[in-house]
């Protein structure tokens, strides 16, 4: 029942945004009783903390298993970009939802959120780092503002990509690594 309510409670807060949807909304969307909610969730902020976490943690597991590879920076990086648009593909409400109602949380768990994404981001920031030192990627790049530049690429792009449309999530990933690898200068000028 935890799964159905979390499951239910992302499509709502999707569509109706965390603020509009009520534990009411919620439990009557699956028939089931206040009292079913709050055996497992102690409030509605709880409920979000919980999507978030999940969401975050499972993103951190799978960045470590990119890392311990053996594969080059760049490899790895592309391998990155391409967990982040895939999970547009496979858990879209579950990113709109990470992304848009974290204001929601307590500053608390709010601060407990943005160390996690922080540890992301540092990550990233340390693949750059070490692809410059073994001369994968340009040695005049500043690994904090690319860092920032690919994760504002591919954050943001969970407003408007469709993966249903006419470019996959795989093909939108190749896209994004040409641009950060290659920009969109004419080789020689």
Known sequence: MKEELTRQSI????????????????????SVTKGTFYYYFTS???????????????????????????????????????LLINDIRTQGSSVRVYFREMRHLSEENSSVIKNKRRMFHLTIEKIIKEGIEKKEFREN????????????VTNWSYE??????????????????????????????
Request: charge should be negative; charged fraction near 25%; hydrophobic fraction near 40%.
């Open 11 to 30: 499509q709502l807060f999707e569509r109706k945004g965390f603020s509009s949807t009520s534990v009411q909304d919620i439990v009557d969307s699956l």
């Open 44 to 82: 509605k902020e709880t409920l979000l903390m919980d999507i978030h976490l999940r969401y975050i943690d499972d993103l951190l597991a799978r960045q470590k298993k990119v890392l311990d590879s053996d594969d080059s920076c760049r490899n790895q990086l592309t391998e990155i970009v391409g």
């Open 160 to 189: 408007w990509f469709d993966p249903t449309g006419n470019v996959s999530s795989k093909e939108l990933a190749i896209m994004y690594m040409n641009f950060i690898l290659h920009g969109i200068e004419l080789k020689g000028e």
């Open 141 to 152: 790049l500043d690994p904090k503002m690319t860092t920032f530049a690919i994760l504002g």
